[in-house]
Structure formats: structure tokens, C-alpha cells
């Protein structure tokens, strides 16, 4: 279930953000904390429950400043408030079919009104949903957390476990806990490296997973909390459940990525039961038993993992195995420009790595100008989307001049692929214009440089574009960079970035669909 927790401060708001999202949430969470209290007193007095509150199940919270919510005031009142609350509309909505959920936090069990709170519910067919915060850390054993939340209220209660998540291996800890659960179980992993539990609730048997308005009005409840049209939509939530095979991109960070929007969408096309998660990862130690857990059949790898991902692959066995038809070309790009993107694994858990960044790149620029032999090409910039992008101009036989803000990066790449064609280095400073001049056929940029939101930058502006280059900004966000709007005004034939994107996603999503 989708549970969408409305964070209005008015039932009218709260009325507003239903519509906002209606169809795409399967639960509502009526946060009673968040109401102003002239409203939150209406409900009892008038007497009237919100209609859209009882047209599907419906959890009501009534939440403490010290576990995330926004009530400051006196404990047992807040209790008394949801007995109240309860015997007032209950029985009503219970005896409708309507599912009604109480949500009650664990260290109330050892008062008066948070048993009777309790007891009244249970009276009324409410069920209780027992929880605990931690916005600090993640449990050692979150499994045994799980346990006490079980055994501390009255039968069938469902236990809800919501942590800060600190790292890849509190994630590992979090997804293990899921995996011994009976399918009654809510496991919110809250932060960027807890975001894999939110959207992985179906494939990880748990009971619904929390939504809210993230982009509007106060924006998300809890930390790392997207709003219910994603989850259905973008993660593809409601086909997804315990069979369904995982794929994912770890870097750091990762939650901005385009790749889930693309890689989730074809798996839609494809008809395919699978789903692409943004996995924020800061131990690949931790991430490959993560991967165990998840047979995850696929991955891509952005910044700063690349490089490390390489060396998971030791050249020759890899070549050898990797399934798909042009893979092999993949696999010793991977070797060549030490960086991998792409790993796939089959179903007897061998990984598979490789590049596509480098036919990514060259897709483009090819459809522009098909011969790249004894072309001169500038390539600013001498991170890692340059070593890809020098290693696919040198293979297409073009002439490269490489300029970097810090030189020697840009003397030790020539120097590294001085083997595989004519190549030269220099600073990225207008004394390096005469240099640009005789390498000046495509200019590629492949720095950071224009990206958001310093969009005004321009890393090449000591240079004046003639209009015959083949411009190549791989920055695609935003779409139209100052550099990339200065060459297509001087007349020049401009790539963006997205084409780029679009061409190595496509190529990686070859790979995963075998397997
Ligand atoms: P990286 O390894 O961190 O390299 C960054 C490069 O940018 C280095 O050459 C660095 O120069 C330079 N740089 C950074 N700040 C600069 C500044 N203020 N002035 C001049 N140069 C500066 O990053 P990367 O992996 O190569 O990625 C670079 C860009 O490419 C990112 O924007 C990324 O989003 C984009 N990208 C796009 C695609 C696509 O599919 N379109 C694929 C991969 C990457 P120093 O060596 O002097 O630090």
C-alpha cells in the first residue's frame, strides 16, 4: 500500500493535497499532530469525519515533537485525544468495512491512557500499529526491535520500525530485518541511504510504505519521504512485489539521478516485472552483501564508485562471460578507461561489468560527423567522463588536445593513453587558444562547469566559436548550457548532454534485459 500522509495544517488543506494526488495512494495518514488545534478539537466537536478519510483504510497519528511530529504538549492529553477520537468515529467507519489504524508508539504501553487508547481502538476493530523512532541511527539488530515492538501491546499488533539510516551498512541491517518478516511488518528507513527501503516496500513484504506532498507546501513529513505519483508512477510501486527483480545506481550522491525516471520506464515498456532504485552508497563492501539480499540483476555506477566497480573485474574472466552480443566491446572499454558503469549479474550470482559511456558519447558526435579520422577535438576537462570521452575520440582516430583546470591531470591522461593515437595536454587557460585553434573540428566539454546551479559559468569563455565546430557539452542539466547556447549561436552544430545519457542508458538497458 502507498500510504499518502497528509501534512496540511487545516482539514481543508489536507482536503486539498487528496485531490492533489487521489489514484495514486492506497492509505491515508491523518497526521493529527500537523492540524492546528481549533481544527484538530472541530473533530470531535462537529462530530463530522472527513469524507475522503473514509473512502479507503486510514491511520491515525498523533505525533510527538520527540519522534519527528509536532506536538509539544502534555502526553497524556494527546492519548485522551485519540481515545476520544476513536469512540467518536470508530465504530462508525469499522461497521462501513472502512479500515481504521491507530498509530501508537511503543513506551505508551506503560501508561494508563496510552493502554486505554489501545483497548478502546481494539474495542472499535481498530488495529494498533506499534512504533518506534530513531532520527539518530539505525538499530544493532533491528530483527530483535521488531520483536519487542510485537510483544509489547496486545496481539496482532503491527510493529513499525522508522530509523535513521546512516550508511550502506545500516541498510544492510534494515533490508535483513524485512526479509524475517511476515508481510505485517512497516520498516521505514529515513534519510538518503534508507530511500531503497521506502520504494522497495512491495519487493520487501512490507505492510505500505509513507508518501507525502514532498515537493509542496512544507514538503516532505520525514527525511527522504517523494510524494505518492512517484512512488506509483516513476518506482512503479503497485506491480511490484516479492518476485520482482531489482536494479539499481549506486554513487553518492544519487537520489537526483535520471536513470531510475529512464530504466523504470522501459522495464514498464518491456512489460517487465522489475524495478530501478537510486541506492545512495558509501561502503561497496556492505552494498555487494546488499546486492546478495536483493538479487539485484543489475546496476549502473555513478561518481565516485566507477573507478572502484573496475576493480571488482579482473580482465580476462569478465570478457569472457558477459552475456550480451556487443558486450565484449563493453568489457574491454571497461579495462581500458578503468572506470566501470554497468554491471550486470546472472542468476548464479556472477557480476558481469561494463562501460557504455564510451559508445554513449561517440553515438552522438557519429551521427553529426561519421569520419572522425585525423580530426582535431578539444576536450576540456580530465575527470572521469573524459577518460571515457578521450578513449572513444583516440579509438575513432581523432587528433586530441586535452586542457584541464589542474594540468598535470591533463598530462597524466595524455600520457596514460599517449599509446592509443596522437594526443596532447595543456592548461585550460587562453594561452592554450593556439593549441584549441588546430584541434578545433569538435570541442567536447566534460567538466562541471555550467552545471546547476551555477549556470552562468562557462569553462571555455577565453575562446570565440567560428561556427564550423561540432560542439559537445555533456552536462545535461540544464539542457541548453551557456556554452552550448554560445556555439549554437555562433552558428555551430551542438550535442547536449541528454543525448549522451539517453545513448549509454539505452545501452545499459540492453544489457538488463538479459538478464
Ligand atoms: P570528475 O571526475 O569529478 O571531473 C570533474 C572535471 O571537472 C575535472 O576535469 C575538473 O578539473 C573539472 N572542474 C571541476 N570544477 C571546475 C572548475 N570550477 N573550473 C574548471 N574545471 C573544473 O567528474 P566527471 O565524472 O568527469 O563528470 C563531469 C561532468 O560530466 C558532470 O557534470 C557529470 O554530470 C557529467 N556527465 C554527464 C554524462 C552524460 O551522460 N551526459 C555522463 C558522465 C558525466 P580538475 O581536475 O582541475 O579538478
Given at each position: 500500500m502507498i500510504c499518502f500522509t497528509l501534512s496540511a495544517d487545516t482539514l481543508h488543506g489536507m482536503s486539498t493535497q487528496v485531490d492533489r494526488y487521489r489514484g495514486h495512494f492506497d492509505a491515508l495518514e491523518l497526521r493529527l499532530d500537523l492540524l492546528?488545534?481549533?481544527?484538530?478539537?472541530?473533530?470531535?466537536?462537529?462530530?463530522t469525519f472527513p469524507a475522503w478519510a473514509s473512502e479507503i483504510p486510514v491511520i491515525l497519528t498523533f505525533r510527538r515533537e520527540s519522534d519527528g511530529g509536532g506536538w509539544n504538549g502534555d502526553n497524556t492529553?494527546?492519548?485522551?485525544?485519540?481515545?476520544?477520537?476513536?469512540?467518536?468515529?470508530?465504530?462508525?467507519?469499522?461497521?462501513?468495512?472502512?479500515?481504521?489504524?491507530?498509530?501508537?508508539?511503543?513506551?505508551?504501553?506503560?501508561?494508563?491512557?496510552?493502554?486505554?487508547a489501545a483497548d478502546t481502538a481494539t474495542s472499535y476493530g481498530v488495529?494498533?500499529?506499534?512504533?518506534?523512532?530513531?532520527?539518530?541511527?539505525?538499530?544493532?539488530?533491528?530483527?530483535?526491535?521488531?520483536?519487542?515492538?510485537?510483544?509489547?501491546?496486545g496481539p496482532g499488533e503491527i510493529p513499525k520500525l522508522a530509523v535513521h539510516v546512516r550508511g550502506s551498512r545500516d541498510l544492510v541491517r534494515l533490508v535483513r530485518?524485512?526479509?524475517l518478516g511476515d508481510g505485517r511488518a512497516i520498516i521505514v528507513g529515513m534519510g538518503p541511504y534508507g530511500f531503497p527501503t521506502r520504494v522497495l516496500a512491495p519487493r520487501l513484504g512490507l505492510l505500505l510504505s509513507y508518501s507525502s506532498d514532498a515537493g509542496q507546501g512544507r514538503g516532505p513529513v520525514a527525511p527522504g519521504q517523494i510524494d505518492p505519483q512517484?512512488?506509483?508512477?516513476?518506482?512503479?510501486?503497485?506491480s511490484a512485489g516479492p518476485t520482482t527483480a531489482v536494479f539499481g545506481i549506486i554513487g553518492n550522491p544519487v537520489l537526483h539521478s535520471r536513470s531510475p525516471a529512464f530504466h523504470n520506464a522501459e522495464f514498464g515498456r518491456q512489460g517487465r516485472n522489475a524495478v530501478y532504485v537510486p541506492f545512495p552508497t558509501d561502503d561497496l563492501t556492505a552494498f555487494r552483501e546488499l546486492m546478495e539480499l536483493l538479487d539485484i540483476r543489475g546496476l549502473s555506477v555513478t561518481i565516485p564508485h566507477k573507478e572502484m566497480v573496475a576493480d571488482w573485474f579482473t580482465g580476462a574472466a569478465v570478457q569472457a562471460a558477459l552475456p550480451a552480443p556487443a558486450a565484449a566491446e563493453r568489457v574491454s572499454e571497461l579495462a581500458a578507461v578503468g572506470a566501470c558503469n554497468t554491471v550486470t549479474r546472472d542468476t548464479r550470482g556472477n557480476l558481469f561489468g561494463a562501460n557504455t559511456d564510451v559508445a554513449g558519447f561517440l553515438e552522438?558526435?557519429?551521427?553529426?560527423?561519421?569520419?572522425?579520422?585525423?580530426?582535431?577535438?578539444?576536450?576540456?576537462?580530465?575527470g572521469g567522463a573524459a577518460r571515457a570521452v578521450v578513449y572513444g575520440l583516440l579509438k575513432a582516430g581523432a587528433r586530441v588536445l586535452v586542457l584541464n583546470r589542474t594540468l598535470h591531470r591533463a598530462e597524466s591522461l595524455a600520457g596514460e593513453y599517449a599509446i592509443?593515437?596522437?594526443i596532447t595536454a595543456g592548461a585550460l587557460e587562453p594561452e592554450s587558444l593556439p593549441a584549441v585553434i588546430l584541434h578545433n573540428d569538435v570541442i567536447v566539454q566534460t567538466t562541471s562547469v555550467g552545471m546547476k546551479p551555477d549556470t552562468d559559468a562557462d569553462p571555455l569563455a577565453f575562446y570565440t566559436f567560428a561556427g564550423t565546430e561540432v560542439l559537445y557539452e555533456i552536462v545535461y542539466a540544464p539542457p541548453r548550457t551557456r556554452l552550448l547556447a554560445r556555439a549554437e549561436e555562433a552558428g555551430c552544430r551542438v550535442v547536449g548532454g541528454e543525448e549522451m545519457f539517453l545513448a549509454q542508458a539505452k545501452l545499459q538497458a540492453a544489457m538488463f534485459s538479459q538478464v
Amino acid at each position: 500500500m502507498i500510504c499518502f500522509t497528509l501534512s496540511a495544517d487545516t482539514l481543508h488543506g489536507m482536503s486539498t493535497q487528496v485531490d492533489r494526488y487521489r489514484g495514486h495512494f492506497d492509505a491515508l495518514e491523518l497526521r493529527l499532530d500537523l492540524l492546528r488545534q481549533n481544527e484538530r478539537e472541530e473533530l470531535l466537536r462537529g462530530g463530522t469525519f472527513p469524507a475522503w478519510a473514509s473512502e479507503i483504510p486510514v491511520i491515525l497519528t498523533f505525533r510527538r515533537e520527540s519522534d519527528g511530529g509536532g506536538w509539544n504538549g502534555d502526553n497524556t492529553e494527546r492519548l485522551n485525544f485519540l481515545t476520544a477520537l476513536v469512540a467518536e468515529h470508530a465504530g462508525h467507519l469499522v461497521g462501513e468495512g472502512q479500515k481504521v489504524f491507530l498509530d501508537l508508539e511503543d513506551d505508551v504501553v506503560a501508561l494508563d491512557a496510552g493502554r486505554k487508547a489501545a483497548d478502546t481502538a481494539t474495542s472499535y476493530g481498530v488495529q494498533i500499529i506499534r512504533s518506534r523512532h530513531d532520527f539518530e541511527r539505525t538499530p544493532e539488530d533491528p530483527a530483535a526491535t521488531l520483536a519487542e515492538l510485537r510483544a509489547c501491546g496486545g496481539p496482532g499488533e503491527i510493529p513499525k520500525l522508522a530509523v535513521h539510516v546512516r550508511g550502506s551498512r545500516d541498510l544492510v541491517r534494515l533490508v535483513r530485518a524485512a526479509a524475517l518478516g511476515d508481510g505485517r511488518a512497516i520498516i521505514v528507513g529515513m534519510g538518503p541511504y534508507g530511500f531503497p527501503t521506502r520504494v522497495l516496500a512491495p519487493r520487501l513484504g512490507l505492510l505500505l510504505s509513507y508518501s507525502s506532498d514532498a515537493g509542496q507546501g512544507r514538503g516532505p513529513v520525514a527525511p527522504g519521504q517523494i510524494d505518492p505519483q512517484s512512488m506509483a508512477e516513476v518506482y512503479r510501486y503497485r506491480s511490484a512485489g516479492p518476485t520482482t527483480a531489482v536494479f539499481g545506481i549506486i554513487g553518492n550522491p544519487v537520489l537526483h539521478s535520471r536513470s531510475p525516471a529512464f530504466h523504470n520506464a522501459e522495464f514498464g515498456r518491456q512489460g517487465r516485472n522489475a524495478v530501478y532504485v537510486p541506492f545512495p552508497t558509501d561502503d561497496l563492501t556492505a552494498f555487494r552483501e546488499l546486492m546478495e539480499l536483493l538479487d539485484i540483476r543489475g546496476l549502473s555506477v555513478t561518481i565516485p564508485h566507477k573507478e572502484m566497480v573496475a576493480d571488482w573485474f579482473t580482465g580476462a574472466a569478465v570478457q569472457a562471460a558477459l552475456p550480451a552480443p556487443a558486450a565484449a566491446e563493453r568489457v574491454s572499454e571497461l579495462a581500458a578507461v578503468g572506470a566501470c558503469n554497468t554491471v550486470t549479474r546472472d542468476t548464479r550470482g556472477n557480476l558481469f561489468g561494463a562501460n557504455t559511456d564510451v559508445a554513449g558519447f561517440l553515438e552522438p558526435l557519429l551521427s553529426r560527423l561519421p569520419d572522425l579520422n585525423n580530426r582535431g577535438v578539444t576536450v576540456v576537462g580530465a575527470g572521469g567522463a573524459a577518460r571515457a570521452v578521450v578513449y572513444g575520440l583516440l579509438k575513432a582516430g581523432a587528433r586530441v588536445l586535452v586542457l584541464n583546470r589542474t594540468l598535470h591531470r591533463a598530462e597524466s591522461l595524455a600520457g596514460e593513453y599517449a599509446i592509443l593515437g596522437k594526443i596532447t595536454a595543456g592548461a585550460l587557460e587562453p594561452e592554450s587558444l593556439p593549441a584549441v585553434i588546430l584541434h578545433n573540428d569538435v570541442i567536447v566539454q566534460t567538466t562541471s562547469v555550467g552545471m546547476k546551479p551555477d549556470t552562468d559559468a562557462d569553462p571555455l569563455a577565453f575562446y570565440t566559436f567560428a561556427g564550423t565546430e561540432v560542439l559537445y557539452e555533456i552536462v545535461y542539466a540544464p539542457p541548453r548550457t551557456r556554452l552550448l547556447a554560445r556555439a549554437e549561436e555562433a552558428g555551430c552544430r551542438v550535442v547536449g548532454g541528454e543525448e549522451m545519457f539517453l545513448a549509454q542508458a539505452k545501452l545499459q538497458a540492453a544489457m538488463f534485459s538479459q538478464v
